[in-house]
């Protein structure tokens, strides 16, 4: 990160951060495949939704169809609690929220996957954007609530452009490993690429700056702290 770089990161109203791969170490949706048995038919779908921009909509129909999800298969697999948080996302988003920060995971995953990830992380339900379940009566999945900005291409941006509106902040930080994170930068006024986990080579090379640790953002805020 440059100069003006860090300046931004350290001044920013509000941080959004994508959830699977970026605050998680794993792919939610691909855990909940595996799950359900068809987690290498899912997580190719997931590549290739990340990684070339296909439609996130219908990406999303796709992997759904094949796992064939039930709710009793989604609360099991929900109460077993499988993922494992980015080493040092803990620490930066309490020293965020200490400096006055709003943060925000903004996520094309399930709320019943990340609400359970933003209670350890101490940020509150209204500040996660996330993907819905519809469930039959009889439990059987019917489908995803399509209404939700984050079920499609450009959702993430749509969801930032919206914070920035109703909250008035000048400056939003995203930060995430996909391309629908970047996406994000504009309205964001500084996207962060994050490789800690998977390195997608599109957001790599193009994102403003990209870093590896969570520590980099972590050491800056405590330099500036007295």
């Known amino acids: 990160m440059d100069d003006a770089q860090k300046?931004?990161?350290l001044?920013?109203?509000?941080?959004?951060?994508?959830?699977?791969?970026?605050?998680?170490?794993?792919?939610?949706?691909?855990?909940?495949?595996?799950y359900c048995g068809v987690g290498k038919q899912v997580?190719?779908?997931?590549?290739?939704?990340?990684?070339?921009?296909?439609?996130?909509?219908?990406?999303?129909?796709?992997?759904?169809?094949?796992?064939?999800l039930t709710k009793s298969i989604n609360d099991r697999f929900v109460g077993s609690n499988p993922y494992t948080l980015t080493p040092g996302?803990?620490?930066?988003?309490?020293?965020?929220h200490s400096a006055g920060k709003d943060v925000y995971l903004v996520s094309g995953g399930f709320r019943s996957i990340i609400l359970p990830i933003a209670d350890e992380l101490n940020i509150p339900t209204h500040r996660v954007y996330a993907n819905q379940f519809i469930f039959h009566i009889n439990g059987d999945l019917i489908g995803f609530d399509e209404s939700e900005p984050t079920s499609?291409?450009?959702?993430?941006?749509?969801?930032v452009s919206n914070l920035i509106n109703k909250h008035n902040y000048k400056s939003v930080v995203t930060i995430g490993d996909g391309v629908t994170d970047y996406e994000t930068y504009p309205p964001a006024s500084l996207f962060i690429g994050f490789g800690g986990n998977k390195i997608r080579p599109k957001v790599r090379d193009s994102a403003p700056c990209f870093i590896y640790s969570f520590d980099?953002?972590?050491?800056?805020?405590?330099?500036?702290?007295?």
């Open 11 to 34: 001044s920013a109203d509000a941080v959004c951060f994508d959830v699977d791969s970026t605050v998680i170490t794993g792919e939610g949706i691909d855990d909940l495949a595996h």
């Open 89 to 96: 996302v803990k620490l930066l988003i309490k020293l965020l």
């Open 152 to 159: 499609s291409s450009g959702g993430k941006k749509l969801v």
């Open 43 to 68: 997580s190719q779908l997931t590549n290739k939704a990340m990684s070339e921009g296909l439609s996130f909509r219908e990406a999303l129909k796709e992997r759904l169809q094949l796992m064939k």
């Open 216 to 226: 980099e953002l972590t050491n800056l805020i405590k330099e500036q702290t007295p």
């Open 7 to 9: 300046r931004l990161f």
